[in-house]
């Protein structure tokens, strides 16, 4: 089975300080891996992906994710987090021989101004 | 529409009632998808469609649970005989196909449902 875990339900970072968001996945074979963020009574909204080529991904808002293979982590990063960057963010991983997503159980980010 | 919609954005029904949940995806998207998102269990996949067909319909939780899609658009996800642990937000997602997996989903809103 492929799953992704989220070890943290909540990441607490000021204003204009770095944040990272992590995220551990298992597959049988190559990840496909993604980020998601849902606002407050929103839907979830793509951030950025990772299929191949350069282990370091850009996305939307500002934020990066490293892929780092050896340690099968994807953590999601940005220099600088602003207030309105608080939201809930999940990170997934393709599932099986369809393109079906696995997705962890979300980490809430809170930005305090 | 410019994106995925979803209706309706709430329902709240009696316990032993069916309720029926549609999802209009975006326009020229082979890929449809359903997952409930409870307080605490972050996304639960469904049920995913391709076209027409279901390949992959593993997540519905039990016999209750069906969903169909018709003309390669809308879906519409129906839960019988509801009972109060079926509560919880349902998503619905839709994708370009054919890509292997790597094609980002676009999510709707979602359909609150809470089940007394």
């Known amino acids: 089975a492929q799953s992704v875990a989220q070890p943290e339900d909540q990441v607490n970072v000021a204003e204009g300080n770095p944040l990272t968001v992590k995220c551990t996945y298992s597959?049988?074979?190559?990840?496909?891996l993604f980020w998601y963020v849902q606002y407050p009574n929103r839907g979830l909204q793509f951030l950025l992906k990772?299929?191949?080529?350069?282990?370091l991904v850009k996305g939307s808002y500002g934020f990066e994710a490293e892929f780092n293979k050896s340690q099968t982590s994807f953590h999601l990063k940005k220099p600088s987090a602003l207030v309105s960057d608080s939201a809930l963010y999940f990170c997934a991983v393709r599932d099986g021989g369809y393109s079906t997503l696995t997705f962890g159980k979300g980490t809430m980010l809170l930005v305090s101004p | 529409g410019a994106g995925v919609s979803q209706s309706p954005s709430n329902k709240v029904t009696e316990k032993g009632k069916d309720v029926e949940l549609r999802c209009d995806p975006i326009?020229?998207?082979?890929?449809l998808y359903w997952y409930r998102q409870s307080l605490g269990q972050g996304l639960e996949f469904l049920i995913y469609f391709q076209g027409n067909s279901a390949p992959d319909k593993s997540g519905l939780p039990s016999d209750r649970f069906s969903a169909e899609r018709t003309g390669g658009s809308v879906s519409t996800l129906t839960i019988q005989r509801t009972q109060q642990e079926d509560s919880a937000v349902y998503l619905c997602?839709?994708?370009?196909?054919?890509?292997?997996?790597?094609?980002?989903?676009?999510f709707g809103p979602g359909t609150r449902l809470t089940v007394l």
């Open positions: 326009s020229g998207h082979t890929a």
């Open positions: 997602a839709s994708s370009l196909g054919g890509s292997g997996g790597g094609a980002p989903k676009f």
């Open positions: 597959v049988s074979g190559n990840p496909y």
């Open positions: 990772y299929i191949t080529g350069d282990n």
